[in-house]
């Protein structure tokens, strides 16, 4: 009955009147790579029979808590530091793998950049924006012992947009920011990101450059594309849709790795991954 | 077509809440809300067109049923004996309408000009100014019907709600974990609010009759005057308000007739109210209740402001912002004060405001994917919320405040210090 005067409403009150729109939540904010993730993935499906629309929740925890129990047909960005944050706030952020099936996966690089004018002066002490998905303490750390024996005071943002815009406003220093959030600002000279976790597209130099060799230096943000409630039929065809498109528009956006298509052995590795991000605080 | 449904709605909207008495503005607005397009666009023009309507339609209120539809209307309450006859409560009519689309027209070109032309694209908000505002929001919203202690515990409860799930996890098992839905809470609060607060009766005034006395030499007035109300537009919450009663209280020290201090004061407010979307629009900084709603329902969706720098975007805010104007202005002038009577009779009815009360929450839930128990639970939990809110006379924009935004406050605050300390 619900599923009925649902659809006359949808049909009434959306654009789209044909195709089934299914929720697509996200783990972290939307104003960081899993938005942009999101958003290329809404734009990908918006003519397809399968239609993803992105939702928002407070945390971690409630999307998880949500994408677990709900019975109709629901997505999820999952990001391989949710294990992590499932033992920092003592809130239920792994999905159930056993119902979940995963559709597609991307990684994103972090960049240490800086607003303009700011330089990276030797025993200076500088704000650095953080975004409070990331590994802070274990990234300030790292970041603190860099070879110009720079001293960092971390400041934290909800996510990469918002450093973005804090750098381009000057009101941080420096900010690690990831590679897709930062592109336009990059771009369009508003800022200058000079070392990477990742990426050289905009001339950045690899991270260990400056804080030496650890895990960090080589970080990059694992997003996998799950969905649950969906029969073979309308898998295959969120399968078709993305298969056309998917990787160009990640590659686009500044995400890399990116695959449609995940086996076990994919799989298996992302978990195990997201075991590994633990050790980080 | 979406463009006119969302238009359409922006007008129901703002005519209810406006004529409603004793209902504010963000009420009419979230009750509404789940009938609008998910789109970022449509929201903020249904935004911008609910708002524009309630300051129409407050004055109305006043005039016709002596009881104000919005806060910022007062000053027309005050001066409503003044006009005795059907001649004068016709012209007084006349006046605050043409005021407000006057203001209407200056608040919503000088939004457009800034925007299309991006001579403010380098301002940005410092975190201080924003981190000022935010505080300013809060006392402001705490001062309102002057019970300071009984809002700053409805803001520590708010917060509670806000952070239940961080709390419940961290109790060590002694609490069980549960995800309120905020919008959802204040769907129920602002819902039963308009069952608490009902009006049973309404005065009427005089069936006004038309006037031949002549409206054009006050329209440098309202020119001024929209001019000023865009400056008070920025002052968070209170703008519309603030801006009516400052320029009545000034209008009276120059002991100016009644026509001239309403007039006054409702042009000041309807720009007044136009222009404090700026902040969002221009650095994404609400400053008032319905802002903050607007702003939640779009990180709802993922939605940034950013869509707000294509050309075509501005210009069709502008065409919503002027065609609901004169849609506006119209049905003031035209619509007969039978045809209000009859209008006002129907909205306050129990069964209209029950009917409209189960309509939004029903729509809640048929849209999301929250199940019935879900719903049950958070009418268990805040009718009682709101009926306490009603009886101990606490501000329900506090509410808004504490469940919407405390996140940002806090959020801002603890950049604030890791910045400067």
């Known amino acids: 009955m619900k599923k009925i005067i649902a659809t006359i409403l949808s049909i009434f009150f959306t654009t789209s009147v044909f195709a089934k729109n299914i929720e697509i939540l996200t783990t972290a904010s939307l104003k960081g790579p899993q938005g942009i993730v999101i958003n290329t993935v809404s734009e990908l499906t918006k003519n397809s029979p399968i239609k993803l629309n992105a939702l928002q929740t407070n945390s971690c925890g409630e999307a998880v808590n949500i994408f677990n129990n709900t019975k109709t047909p629901i997505a999820i960005i999952w990001s391989d530091t949710m294990i992590k944050h499932t033992e920092t706030t003592k809130q239920n952020c792994v999905i159930d793998f056993e119902t979940a099936k995963p559709i597609a996966v991307t990684f994103a690089s972090y960049d240490v950049c800086v607003s303009k004018g700011i330089e990276l002066k030797s025993n200076s002490t500088l704000t650095l924006g953080n975004v409070k998905f990331n590994p802070q303490i274990s990234q300030l750390s790292h970041m603190n012992s860099n070879n110009k024996n720079i001293k960092f005071k971390n400041v934290t943002y909800e996510g990469s947009s918002q450093v973005v815009t804090a750098l381009i406003n000057k009101e941080i220093n420096v900010g690690i920011t990831s590679t897709a959030n930062a592109a336009s600002a990059i771009q369009a000279g508003s800022i200058d990101c000079l070392y990477s976790t990742g990426s050289t597209k905009y001339g950045q130099k690899p991270l260990s450059e400056f804080a030496g060799k650890n895990a960090l230096s080589e970080f990059k943000l694992g997003m996998m594309l799950f969905v649950k409630n969906m029969s073979a039929e309308q898998i295959i065809a969120l399968e078709k849709s993305l298969t056309n498109g998917f990787i160009s528009a990640m590659d686009q956006q500044n995400l890399i790795n990116s695959k449609v298509g995940i086996n076990k052995a994919d799989l298996d590795k992302f978990i195990a991954t997201a075991r590994a991000n633990v050790q980080y605080q | 077509m979406e463009l006119f449904f969302t238009v359409s709605l922006g007008i129901i909207s703002g005519v ?114 924003k981190m000022f505002l935010f505080s300013l929001l809060t006392i402001f919203s705490m001062s309102a019907n002057k019970n300071y202690i009984g809002n700053f515990f409805l803001l520590i409860c708010c917060s509670i709600f806000v952070f239940y799930p961080e709390i419940a996890s961290n109790s060590k098992g002694t609490l069980p974990i549960y995800y309120f839905n905020n919008m959802l809470a204040l769907i129920i609060i602002f819902a039963m609010q308009m069952i608490w607060n009902k009006t049973d009766a309404l005065e009427t005034a005089n069936t006004s009759k038309k006037s031949n006395i002549s409206i054009r030499n006050k329209i440098p007035m309202m020119l001024k005057y929209s001019m000023i109300g865009t400056l008070f537009g920025l002052i968070p919450q209170l703008g519309a308000t603030i801006s009516s009663y400052a320029v009545y209280a000034w209008e009276k020290f120059r002991d100016r007739d009644s026509f001239s201090r309403i007039t006054a004061s409702e042009t000041t407010n309807n720009s007044a109210i136009i222009f404090s979307w700026f902040p969002l629009l221009l650095f994404g900084v609400p400053i008032t209740a319905t802002e903050i709603l607007l702003l939640q329902q779009l990180n709802t969706f993922g939605f940034s402001l950013n869509f707000i720098n294509s050309s075509s975007t501005q210009l069709q805010l502008l065409f919503a912002m002027i065609v609901s104007g004169m849609i506006y202005y119209v049905l003031s002038v035209m619509v007969n004060h039978n045809f209000y009577n009859k209008l006002g009779k129907v909205i306050t009815q129990r069964w209209f405001t029950l009917s409209l009360v189960l309509l939004s929450v029903g729509m809640f839930y048929f849209l999301n994917h929250y199940s019935f128990g879900f719903i049950i639970m958070h009418i268990i939990i805040f009718v009682p919320i709101s009926w306490l809110i009603h009886r101990l006379n606490l501000s329900i924009i506090t509410m808004v405040i504490g469940l919407l935004l405390m996140k940002d406050i806090l959020f801002t605050a603890l950049q604030v210090i890791q910045i400067y300390f």
């Open chain 2, 16 to 129: 209810f809440a406006g004529l409603l008495p004793g209902i504010p503005i963000f009420l009419g607005f979230i009750l509404f809300l789940p009938f609008v397009p998910v789109d970022p666009l449509m929201l903020l023009i249904y935004g911008i067109v609910m708002n524009i309507g309630t300051q129409f339609f407050g004055s109305m209120s006043a005039l016709y049923f002596r009881v104000p539809g919005e806060s910022s209307s007062y000053p027309v309450l005050m001066e409503v004996n003044n006009f005795n006859t059907p001649e004068k409560l016709h012209l007084a009519i006349l006046l605050t309408t043409l005021g407000s689309l006057i203001a209407t027209l200056v608040a919503a070109l000088s939004i457009w000009l800034a925007l299309y032309t991006g001579i403010l694209n380098q301002l940005y908000m410092p975190i201080l100014l």
